[in-house]
């Protein structure tokens, strides 16, 4: 009761203090660092100006930082969500409220999720009380294999989500790919690479082009041939992805999908591909490990759901790990849009799943790295986010145990050292209804 009584003390000191410029030391804690390395017993985290300035054990603390104690406790970087599509929906059903794709409109590759996100929703509030702090946001297709360009952001509560917009284009092959080109993965194929010849032919010397607004590649007086099938502004949008400026995710599924994919860099060696889904991943580990290319899977495909998944097993994150591969954990097409918030559970799945003859799971250090370091290295943001190395944004987790337990909760979250409210409608609706009063019926519903 005193240590919680001491934790309690230095959040409400938090709440009162000016968040950004304070320091901050988490001290006693059981300290994760997050990147594959083992937890550090009765360690401390100092935050300072929105950044780690240290993490670890014997780490002396600045003279005038707010103290929270952590005996007892675990101190992780922030969950950072491989793949997801939060903060475009709140209701699937209601259009109005969900941007994840445009199925009318003419352009695909140029679609930019960032002005979309909208950091009020629920998912957001419900996600970051379960300690997640970052979030990879891609874009869904409709009527092309191009989704568009997918941002990174973060759980905060202000208004300024965007950690880094059009970090990514987001493309689907395999099945997927191949219903959205008109019906054959050839087919998907072909429009990928005419695509890319479009832009490389946008402009002799495109090298000087963005992705923004600005871009001069889509200025009217830039001539292009007649014989063209994609929009002067989808065209321009793939430019960055060309000259591997910008990340290339390819939602691909089957073994042989992944080798076609990772054959794309012969004719266009810049491309920076992450493979996102995977599930027969494990079938190709060596060659996807000695092309370097990082992967975005789910923990737990383990039915043959569709023709593409017939070799999957949950044992294949662990193989394609065991086989030097960076693999991240996301949730492609398993509700991206509100269940970010059971990574930490489908982590803990794969230790278990290592504890069961003749199945590959992972360590407890690499399965908490699935979810915090690796998906932030694939993304090109290691240096930024996904640690608690110095230097990181100041994201942070206290917990009241082991994260990847089902039984643990979450007790403070900061995002760029600015501590978070953990209240969301579950929890408003939770006391509302903790202790009902005989005779009092509901009242409307109430947005605060």
Request: glycine share 10%; no cysteine; hydrophobic share 45%.
């Amino acid at each position: 009761m005193r240590r919680l009584s001491l934790v309690l003390a230095g959040i409400v000191a938090l709440s009162a203090a000016p968040a950004s410029a304070q320091t901050v030391a988490i001290t006693g804690g059981r300290v994760v660092i997050g990147d594959g390395s083992a937890p550090i017993d009765g360690g401390t985290v100092v935050i300072r100006d929105g950044r780690v300035v240290a993490a670890g054990r014997n780490v002396a603390v600045p003279a005038g930082a707010t103290m929270v104690d952590a005996t007892g406790k675990w101190v992780t970087p922030g969950i950072v969500a491989g793949f997801s599509r939060v903060g475009l929906v709140e209701v699937d059903a209601v259009s109005g409220t969900n941007d994840v794709r445009a199925n009318n409109t003419p352009f695909n590759a140029a679609i930019d999720v960032a002005p979309a996100i909208n950091s009020q929703t629920t998912a957001i509030q419900v996600s970051r009380a379960a300690g997640i702090t970052r979030a990879v946001v891609a874009p869904g297709t409709s009527r092309s294999i191009f989704a568009g360009q997918g941002a990174i952001i973060d759980m905060g509560g202000d208004m300024e989500p965007i950690t880094r917009p059009r970090a990514f284009q987001f493309i689907e092959l395999g099945e997927t790919g191949a219903r959205d080109a008109g019906g054959s993965r050839p087919a998907a194929h072909v429009l990928l690479r005419n695509a890319l010849r479009e832009a490389r032919d946008l402009r002799p010397g495109a090298a000087r082009a963005g992705s923004g607004a600005n871009n001069p590649l889509i200025q009217s007086d830039v001539r292009r041939s007649e014989d063209v099938l994609l929009t002067r502004f989808d065209a321009a949008a793939l430019v960055p992805v060309l000259q591997g400026s910008q990340l290339l995710l390819v939602h691909v599924e089957s073994a042989n999908d992944i080798l076609q994919t990772l054959a794309l860099r012969q004719e266009f060696p810049n491309l920076r591909i992450v493979l996102v889904g995977a599930t027969e991943g494990w079938r190709v580990a060596d060659r996807i490990a000695a092309a370097r290319v990082p992967v975005i899977a789910n923990a737990l495909n383990d039915l043959p759901a569709t023709f593409e998944q017939l070799a999957a097993t949950q044992s294949n994150v662990g193989r394609m790990r065991a086989a030097g591969v960076e693999v991240a954990l996301g949730m492609i097409n398993d509700d991206e849009s509100r269940q970010v918030r059971v990574l930490t559970q489908y982590a803990g799945n794969l230790v278990g799943i290592g504890q069961v003859p003749g199945h590959t799971g992972l360590s407890w250090d690499e399965a908490f790295a699935s979810i915090s370091a690796r998906p932030a290295a694939a993304m090109g943001l290691d240096g930024e986010i996904g640690s608690l190395r110095p230097g990181r944004r100041a994201d942070v987790v206290l917990w009241d145990g082991d994260p990847l337990e089902l039984a643990s909760g979450v007790e403070a979250v900061w995002i760029d050292g600015v501590q978070q409210d953990l209240t969301n409608r579950q929890t408003r609706l939770r006391d509302r209804y903790r202790q009902p009063q005989e005779g009092a019926l509901p009242h409307a519903y109430n947005p605060r």
